[in-house]
């Protein structure tokens, strides 16, 4: 059986909540020791998403919020955008949510905590939508792809976890698939958050595609507007 939980960590790479773990102390002393200063202020992001992204969209990445805090981040940024919009706040101006928050987060909106609707972990969803965001612009050609595939194999992964990401990189996007393993608004959500972190908005084809997901997962237009606040605002 896949690991969903591991499999998403390596997904997303090294960051600094883990290097904090490992390393000990308060987390304002490892932030002041790695140069961040705060929430969002350049943790390296590694693992598959690094590679996948590449680029300009990996800088934008590595200093983002995801980039920080990993999955803990993805829920913490849906939770706060979802509570902003039930308040009727502005979404230009709302609050952001910060590591604070990452221990504040409903449990609705942490991966482990519910089942995608197809039964599957919905970590396996996430990554799913990660990889999809990440293709939306057609730039992963074959050799890329074999890059890809080599760092797989170079994670330790058991063969169950490596044929999920082999599959997932390989086959073509599956928009409605993606949008119809969100069971409820919570996981909706966070499909979208991680899909928009892959998602360069400058680039017409990627803006689509958001917009796509957007529409097949019901999220209201102002719902959109605050995920998209506090992608943009933590980065």
């Known amino acids: ?16 909540a883990d290097s904090m773990r ?42 983002g919020a995801v980039g920080y805090g990993g999955a ?20 230009a101006t709302a609050p952001v949510a910060s590591p604070a928050d990452f221990s504040q987060v409903d449990r609705n909106f942490l991966p482990e905590t519910n089942s995608a609707a197809d039964g599957q972990p919905f970590q396996l969803a996430l990554i799913k939508a990660m990889i999809g965001a990440a293709k939306a612009d057609g730039h992963i050609d074959a050799v890329e792809l074999k890059a890809l595939f080599e760092q797989v194999e170079k994670l330790g992964l058991d063969a169950e976890s490596k044929a999920f990401v082999f599959d997932a990189l390989s086959q073509p996007v599956d928009l409605a698939a993606i949008a119809a393993s969100a069971r409820g608004i919570e996981q909706a959500t966070e499909l979208y958050l991680v899909s928009r972190v892959a998602i360069d908005v400058d680039h017409p084809g990627e803006r689509a595609y ?6 097949r997962l019901n999220l209201p237009a102002e719902l959109i507007a605050h995920l998209d606040h506090q992608v943009e605002a933590a980065g």
Request: glycine share 20%; hydrophobic share 45%.
């Open 22 to 63: 490992q390393a000990g102390g308060s987390a304002k002393q490892q932030l002041d020791t790695m140069g961040m200063g705060g929430f969002g202020g350049g943790a390296v992001v590694g693992g598959l998403l690094g590679l996948l992204l590449g680029g300009k969209k990996m800088k934008k990445m590595a200093k």
């Open 1 to 16: 059986m896949i690991d969903a939980k591991n499999l998403l960590a390596q997904f997303l790479g090294p960051n600094a």
């Open 210 to 215: 958001l917009q796509a997901l957007g529409h």
């Open 72 to 91: 803990a981040a993805a829920g913490a940024l849906a939770y706060k955008a979802y509570q902003n919009w039930q308040q009727n706040k502005t979404a």
